[in-house]
């Protein structure tokens, strides 16, 4: 029995002291075909590696930088790209929802559904999914103090909802830069729900790039073994076959020809790490205000 509950996606376990998952893809969905070539290299790469793989992308970014920034094929197009993968790959997909309209057709689809870091604190939004019987992720605000999650967990938990986890993805750290502070990890997981570790965004730039955001890709390994050793029950990482080509994003996703190496050190961190991360915080979880 794990720190934390164990939350069941499909033969994916995250949670309750079971081995990291980790949840990739590209950004946005940029064709049927895209996805399901991508979605195979990604399969054939977490069975070599032996982690369990929730596939990722978006059907729509509602919070691009810029009004003439890509943004995806939208819900029909996407939600049909995410059910082709799921069926012809056997895996559990994952995208976001940024509306309490879109919150019906998705769950019709996906395994889980998402809540953009923005909006995790959108009453309506976070029942109406929990509501659906699947599994939500919330992405916590970059304004979101660790120990201020549970309020998200309650309102999840009072809906209904089959399983909480809780990403983290960086804090605003004055213009267009984040920082991770690892203490938010065990901080969250001590609320006992899984935690993930979004370490592409929390590396990215927002507004970085002037009409887009930026991103430092360098750092990932950095950031992940952190996260392994601080402890997490699952990573969202956001791949693509050409970043630098990709329509966004880019520059904080990670070429899947890296994921390889970098899963071998996430499960080799994880491991060395296990015995203390399991362990509950010594003191207390919500720390006093200033």
């Known amino acids: 029995m794990g720190l934390t509950r164990e939350v069941a996606v499909g033969p994916v376990r995250i949670g309750g002291g079971q081995p990291i998952a980790l949840i990739a893809g590209p950004c946005v969905v940029e064709g049927e075909d895209h996805l399901l070539r991508t979605g195979e290299a990604l399969r054939e790469i977490c069975r070599r590696a032996g982690v369990p793989l929730i596939l990722k992308a978006s059907y729509d970014k509602a919070n691009r930088t810029s009004v003439r920034a890509f943004r995806g094929p939208g819900l029909e197009a996407g939600l049909r790209a995410l059910a082709r993968a799921r069926e012809a790959l056997g895996v559990p997909v994952l995208s976001d929802v940024h509306e309490v309209a879109q919150v019906g057709p ?84 001590a609320l006992g729900v899984p935690v993930a570790f979004d370490v592409t965004h929390s590396l990215q730039l927002p507004g970085g790039a002037g009409a887009a955001s930026g991103g430092e890709r360098q750092f990932v390994p950095h950031l992940l073994r952190a996260a392994a050793a601080a402890g997490v029950d699952a990573v969202f990482m956001e791949v693509h076959p050409e970043p630098d080509r ?45």
């Open 106 to 189: 998705a769950a019709a689809v996906l395994d889980v559904l998402q809540i953009p870091a923005f909006l995790c604190r959108q009453t309506d939004l976070l029942v109406a999914a929990a509501k659906t019987g699947k599994v939500v992720n919330v992405k916590k605000g970059q304004f979101l103090a660790p120990w201020d999650a549970r309020h998200i967990v309650e309102k999840l938990e009072e809906a209904g909802a089959a399983g909480v986890v809780l990403t983290e993805r960086g804090s605003s750290f004055g213009f267009n830069n984040l920082v991770v502070d690892f203490r938010g990890l065990p901080l969250m997981r």
């Open 246 to 290: 990709a329509p966004c994003d880019g520059p904080n996703m990670v070429p899947l020809a890296d994921l390889p190496d970098l899963l071998r050190q996430l499960t080799e961190v994880a491991r060395a790490a296990a015995p203390y991360t399991e362990r509950p915080l010594a003191g207390p979880s919500d720390p006093p205000r200033p």
